[in-house]
């Protein structure tokens, strides 16, 4: 009769079938939660690849900068140059007419 009281043998074949929905739905968490933590450290490694590339773009950005401000320094000075040596070339020429 202690059977029948907890629900006997059939009773037993319930809890067995509800334990095994159980470690099937557990292990189907913790495979979605190792799925989860999978893909935040791939946005994690995203968003440090992200900040890397941004801090290189600014890098480059100045450098760019530098380069365009020495290139038109080298503009104005190819300029004056090419002025004077004009200038040069018009005074050797007259020098040589006068003589």
Known sequence: MAQNEIGGDHGDGEYERAQERVERALSKL???????????????RIESDVARLEKDRAML???LGRASN??????????????????????????????
Do not use: F, H, Q, W
Request: without cysteine; proline residues 0%.
């Open 61 to 63: 950005a100045s450098e």
């Open 30 to 44: 913790e495979a979605s939660l190792r799925g989860l933590n999978a893909r935040i450290r791939s946005i994690a």
């Open 70 to 99: 020495k290139a038109k320094r080298l503009d104005e000075s190819a300029d004056m140059v090419s002025r004077r040596l004009v200038l040069a070339m018009e005074e050797v020429k007259t020098v040589l007419e006068e003589e």
